[in-house]
């Protein structure tokens, strides 16, 4: 066998390996969408450490391949209402939901340079990101994609975990 042969061959089995590999080189518009769940969100502000959405997130973050997006977060425990009607909660039921959650639509993209998922927010239920333009640093590993939110809705910045639904 030509000896250039088996060099080039074990020299780009040796690439593959190196590249393909590690769980972090899917960086691309196309390895993050998908539907994924929240595993955690986790916010911090002056060194304080806090979770919005508590111990036991819920959440669904869905990221179709013609780069439209929703994200709902919320709290395990949102209260109900003992109207049984969402326009007539009393105002401690009404805090409870708008404080343990929040959702939002738009398009988005992906910027493999800086490693960014960049959210264009069409709506949310937080009304002052309603318009934004929002770069969120991300690493992908295996099923599980981390971003960090910089401008956080309650402050700070937020670090949020997701799980791929398979």
């Not at 036991?56 to 977060?73: E, F, Q, T």
């Not at 209260?79 to 039921?93: L, M, W, Y």
């Not at 738009?106 to 934004?132: P, Q």
């Amino acid at each position: 066998m030509n000896r250039g042969i088996v060099v080039n061959s074990v020299a780009a089995l040796a690439l593959g390996i190196c590249c393909c590999a590690a769980p972090t080189c899917a960086q691309t518009a196309k390895d993050v969408v998908g539907t994924w769940t929240m595993v955690a969100n986790v916010t911090e502000q002056d060194g304080k450490k806090t979770e919005p959405f508590g111990t036991n997130p819920k959440g669904i973050m869905v990221l179709d391949g013609s780069g439209h997006y929703v994200v709902v977060s919320m709290r395990a425990t949102l209260p109900k209402f003992a109207s049984n009607n969402r326009v007539a909660g009393t105002p401690e039921e009404n805090a409870g939901v708008v404080q343990g959650s929040i959702t939002h639509f738009g398009t988005y993209s992906v910027n493999e340079a800086d490693k960014t998922l960049v959210f264009k927010i069409e709506n949310s239920t937080f009304a002052n990101w309603n318009g934004a333009e929002q770069k969120r640093p991300f690493t992908l590993t295996g099923d599980e994609l981390t971003y960090t939110i910089p401008t956080s809705s309650v402050g700070g910045t937020a670090r949020v975990v997701w799980k791929r639904v398979k």
